[in-house]
């Protein structure tokens, strides 16, 4: 289990992250989270900079997807201004979401990474798959109660972690 629950890296944030840092370790594609990954749970749009960070990926040749265990209309209304395809309810770690997008991403598993921000379900998740797993640190803790009671049980796999990775 412990393994299970080990990401390929930690970093600060999703800008951390870079198309040439992606392709170095050969990645391809990328399985984007959006609650406190992308944005705050509370936030509904996609802003400018994430637009622009999206849009440099897929300009470098880096496929994109969104999977979110989040309802149709917050994913789908996030995703417009993307212009990338998006799976809603998920149900991570669950593996369906996970096969829609890597079948929609056309790419074998170990050349896929999901970024995301909970052990639980991303990391988890990935790791079943067979994909590079890089989780972010969370923008902001102030989040629903069963978010919140899944933060105490990531503790102790996180305590001694620094977010200190770049790609
Ligand atoms: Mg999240």
């Known amino acids: 289990m412990g393994k299970l629950l080990a990401p390929n890296a930690y970093v600060d944030s999703i800008f951390d992250?870079?198309?040439?840092?992606?392709?170095?370790?050969?990645?391809?594609?990328?399985?984007?989270?959006?609650?406190?990954?992308?944005?705050?749970?509370h936030v509904k749009e996609a802003d400018e900079k994430i637009i622009g960070y999206i849009g440099t990926l897929k300009e470098k040749d880096i496929k994109c997807i969104i999977v979110s265990n989040g309802a149709k209309d917050r994913v789908e209304h996030f995703c417009k201004p993307l212009g990338i395809e998006f799976v809603y309810k998920a149900l991570k770690p669950l593996g369906r979401g996970f096969n829609t997008a890597i079948e929609k991403l056309g790419l074998p598993p170990e050349n896929i990474a999901i970024i995301g921000d909970q052990l639980f379900t991303d990391v988890l998740g990935g790791n079943l798959k067979g994909i590079h797993t890089i989780l972010v640190k969370p923008i902001d803790l102030n989040e629903p109660f069963l978010i919140k009671l899944k933060r105490i049980f990531e503790f102790p796999f996180l305590r001694n972690k620094n977010y200190t990775d770049k790609y």
């Open 17 to 41: 992250i870079t198309a040439e840092g992606l392709k170095d370790r050969g990645l391809y594609g990328v399985i984007l989270d959006i609650d406190n990954t992308l944005v705050a749970t």
